[in-house]
């Protein structure tokens, strides 16, 4: 199962927890306070198509 996530995975890696911490940390900053009503995918390109043939 993990091989076919990375498969469909456009950056061709699992993510580590340290990445969605840092999108996390962004959202609650203060470089984040213009961004309203929006959704953040950290999944390494998986919520806009298949990887690469």
């Known amino acids: 199962v993990r091989e076919k996530a990375i498969a469909a995975t456009p950056l061709g890696r699992a ?4 990445e969605v911490a840092y999108a996390a940390l962004f959202l609650v900053s203060e470089e984040s306070s213009f961004i309203t009503g929006q959704v953040l995918f950290v999944d390494g390109g998986r919520s806009i198509g298949a990887a690469p043939a």
């Open 15 to 18: 993510g580590k927890p340290l």
